[in-house]
């Protein structure tokens, strides 16, 4: 819970879920390393807030998956619960580069001990860190001679940020993360979007 302003903490109490309060940084990677600090498993998944459905068999793939010693884990296909003209052409960007570099979004799972060796999330990076994350693990899978698999059902994503910026607005962002040129480590570059939804209006 990274100083949210709705119910969202209160809501994954009401369902036994441990909430992680972490209000040092507004910023991802470090909001998803202070998680994984937190857990206690050998197994790790990460998921973005705004997936809004998840595959009704999510976690006994990942649990198959990484009961496979030849698997080091991998990400997963994406969706968009809104599908207009900006979200399909948005989600066009990101399957095309998802086919290209082989890896997901949205969500990742790896063991602990991976993800210890890797040292977290980037916490330079204000976006885009999910990726960065992905091709540093899929380069140690590669090394090992292990496979970064991507899980086969699509997470949904919610699309309530698509509305609140101009037209193409997200796609146009969408389109800076699969060129690699969105500045990720400026974090006025990537405020409103990610760390001051509101202002979007």
Same mark, same amino acid.
């Given at each position: %819970?990274?100083?949210?302003?709705?119910?969202?903490?209160?809501?994954?109490?009401?369902?036994?879920?441990?909430?992680?309060?972490?209000?040092?940084?507004? &910023?991802?990677?470090?909001?998803?390393?202070?998680?994984?600090?937190?857990?206690?498993?050998?197994?790790?998944?990460? !998921?973005?807030?705004?997936?809004?459905?998840?595959?009704e068999?999510?976690?006994?793939?990942?649990?198959?998956?990484?009961?496979?010693?030849?698997?080091?884990g991998?990400?997963?296909?994406? %969706? !968009?619960?809104?599908?207009?003209?900006?979200?399909?052409?948005?989600?066009?960007?990101?399957?095309?580069?998802?086919?290209?570099?082989?890896?997901?979004?949205?969500?990742?799972?790896?063991?602990?001990?991976?993800?210890?060796?890797?040292?977290?999330?980037?916490?330079?990076?204000?976006?885009?860190?999910?990726?960065?994350?992905?091709?540093?693990?899929?380069?140690?899978?590669?090394?090992?001679? &292990?496979?970064?698999?991507?899980?086969?059902?699509?997470?949904?994503?919610?699309?309530?940020?698509?509305?609140?910026?101009?037209?193409?607005?997200?796609?146009?962002?969408?389109?800076?993360v699969?060129?690699?040129?969105?500045?990720?480590?400026? &974090? %006025?570059?990537w405020?409103?979007?990610?760390?001051?939804?509101?202002?979007?209006?």
């Amino acid at each position: %819970d990274n100083d949210s302003t709705d119910r969202t903490a209160e809501i994954a109490w009401e369902y036994d879920c441990e909430v992680v309060s972490y209000t040092e940084r507004h &910023q991802m990677a470090s909001v998803r390393n202070a998680g994984a600090k937190a857990a206690t498993g050998e197994l790790i998944a990460f !998921v973005d807030s705004d997936k809004s459905l998840f595959p009704e068999n999510l976690f006994c793939e990942i649990y198959h998956n990484l009961s496979d010693e030849k698997i080091i884990g991998g990400g997963c296909d994406a %969706d !968009v619960d809104l599908k207009n003209l900006e979200t399909r052409f948005a989600l066009g960007i990101w399957h095309t580069f998802a086919w290209v570099t082989g890896i997901g979004a949205g969500l990742f799972y790896l063991r602990r001990k991976d993800f210890i060796e890797l040292g977290g999330f980037n916490e330079e990076y204000y976006a885009a860190e999910d990726v960065e994350f992905a091709f540093r693990l899929k380069k140690l899978a590669k090394a090992r001679g &292990q496979k970064f698999v991507n899980l086969k059902g699509p997470l949904t994503i919610c699309c309530r940020k698509f509305g609140m910026l101009s037209r193409f607005g997200a796609a146009k962002r969408m389109l800076a993360v699969a060129i690699g040129r969105g500045k990720f480590k400026d &974090q %006025d570059a990537w405020r409103h979007f990610y760390y001051d939804v509101d202002k979007l209006r």
